[in-house]
Antibody, heavy 126, light 109 residues
Framework: QVRLQESGPGLVKPSETLSLTCAVS?????????WGWIRQPPGKGLEWIGN???????YYNPSLKSRVTISVDTSKSQFSLKLSSVTAADTAVYFC???????????????????WGQGTLVTVSS | QSALTQPASVSGSPGQSITISCTGT?????????VSWYQQHPGKAPKLMIY???GRPSGVSNRFSGSKSGNTASLTISGLQPEDEADYYC?????????FGSGTKVTVL
């Protein structure tokens, strides 16, 4: 069974860097899927942050690109998020998720998040 | 990038059918058949309900169906049940990026 689990500090000071890790179990992180980060401010909607492939290829939300770094460690079966220069607006529940991009059975490309972590609340406050 | 537009709320009685719209542009919803829908109960992670406009993952009830016309995608829930009360988000691929909708709260009366 595919499982994703976020971990990291629940409180970050303004102007500092938010760092989270997503541990993947029950599935090989190198098996042809992208891995993504999505966040949700309290009481608000979902916002895509970015995706990474096991090769290290990344795609970022243009509005966050200057502050975001996503990396992958295949040996530990985990991928990470760093968001720099945080402000109160970055307070949110952060989810990690698996993103499918190709269906072997049909031979077609696809695009959706099929497995999600439970999410972790990160509060930016001094 | 702006969020895709969804109605803030939709309601219906048990057994009824409701439809949630998701409006984007020709650069996202209208340009690709990569629209997905997610159900989110309070305090929980989103759950995939529909992928690639109308695909339904294994284990998702066939009461949930998706479609698209032009720049607007739709999620229909037929035979509405109390457990369907939740927030619903659409999502679309757009030029190496991902957009989510503004979210719709579904209330079962």
């Amino acid at each position: 069974q595919v499982r994703l689990q976020e971990s990291g500090p629940g409180l970050v000071k303004p102007s500092e860097t938010l760092s989270l890790t997503c541990a993947v179990s029950g599935f090989s992180i190198s098996s042809g899927y992208y891995w993504g980060w999505i966040r949700q401010p309290p009481g608000k909607g979902l916002e895509w942050i970015g995706n990474i492939y096991h090769s290290g290829n990344t795609y970022y939300n243009p509005s966050l690109k200057s502050r975001v770094t996503i990396s992958v460690d295949t040996s530990k079966s985990q991928f990470s998020l760093k968001l720099s220069s945080v402000t109160a607006a970055d307070t949110a529940v952060y989810f990690c998720a698996r993103r499918k991009y190709y269906d072997i059975l049909t031979g077609y490309y696809t695009y959706f998040f099929d497995y999600w972590g439970q999410g972790t609340l990160v509060t930016v406050s001094s | 990038q702006s969020a895709l537009t969804q109605p803030a709320s939709v309601s219906g009685s048990p057994g009824q059918s409701i439809t949630i719209s998701c409006t984007g542009t020709s650069s996202d919803v209208g340009g690709y058949n990569y629209v997905s829908w997610y159900q989110q109960h309070p305090g929980k992670a989103p759950k995939l309900m529909i992928y690639d406009v109308s695909g339904r993952p294994s284990g998702v009830s066939n009461r949930f169906s998706g479609s698209k016309s032009g720049n607007t995608a739709s999620l229909t829930i037929s035979g509405l049940q109390p457990e369907d009360e939740a927030d619903y988000y659409c999502s679309s691929y757009t030029s190496s990026s991902t957009l989510f909708g503004s979210g719709t709260k579904v209330t079962v009366l």
